[in-house]
């Protein structure tokens, strides 16, 4: 009688190749997260530095727009607080304006002060790659299109971790008055009514673990505002 004797485990040959196809499965599963997990870093640092321009801008915008506000129908030195940079000057970074935050402007008048005052005094500029705000310190009509930017207690408003500013620029050339004066002779006019006109431009980018520096995405915002001045220079 011939016995048969059945096989009985794997191989050398088959244990080499199982495991062969097991680090080959593993490897690809280790990719695919890793990539995934790339991906969704690399997505939620341009998600905050798109919210992080967007944030600095509203907020830019609409304190611009507040420029000039005076709470006295016959106090109208906050508008001559108003200054940007010459259009033929580079960089235009820096802007200052004034308005009348506690609506106080009669009774500071009336105790002989002046308008206004030290804290309704604002301004942003860029410095070292962030956008700061002050809201105190500084004339910033002196002289005109050459704010003081120097003065002051400036705080940041941008974080250089999620949004490093590369461009901050305030461009007046758009403002013209009924008189026909146009761009910086706005500021100067000692007549008719002045349309300031702002276009705000805000460009920033962040770092990516698997970018170079020159190849880092950037998001660029553009936006205008109009100040209308009853009360010109």
Not at 80 to 100: M, Q
Not at 105 to 112: K, L, M, R, S
Not at 213 to 225: F, G, L, M, S, Y
């Amino acid at each position: 009688m011939i016995s048969t004797k059945k096989q009985t485990g794997l191989t050398l040959i088959e244990m080499m190749i199982a495991m062969v196809l097991g680090l080959f499965v593993t490897a690809v599963i280790i990719t695919v997260f890793s990539t995934n997990v790339r991906s969704s870093t690399e997505n939620i640092k341009m998600i905050r530095l798109n919210q992080e321009l967007r944030g600095v801008m509203t907020f830019m915008s609409d304190e611009l727009k507040r420029a000039g506000y005076s709470g006295s129908a016959t106090v109208d030195d906050f508008m001559d607080d108003f200054n940007a940079p010459d259009p033929a000057t580079a960089p235009r970074s820096c802007i200052r304006y004034a308005y009348d935050e506690d609506a106080d402007a009669d009774a500071v008048a009336a105790a002989g002060g002046t308008n206004p005052e030290s804290s309704e005094r604002f301004g942003f500029k860029l410095e070292a790659n962030t956008v700061k705000w002050t809201n105190s310190g500084g004339n910033p009509n002196i002289p005109p299109t050459a704010p003081d930017c120097s003065n002051g207690t400036w705080g940041s408003l941008t974080d250089p971790n999620i949004a490093f500013i590369t461009t901050l620029d305030f461009n007046i050339t758009d403002s013209v008055n009924t008189l026909g004066d146009t761009g910086s002779d706005t500021f100067t006019a000692t007549g008719g009514v002045n349309i300031y006109e702002v276009t705000i431009t805000l460009t920033g980018t962040t770092d990516l673990p698997h970018s170079s520096d020159a190849n880092d995405p950037r998001r660029t915002i553009v936006e205008t505002i109009r100040i209308r001045n009853e009360a010109p220079k």
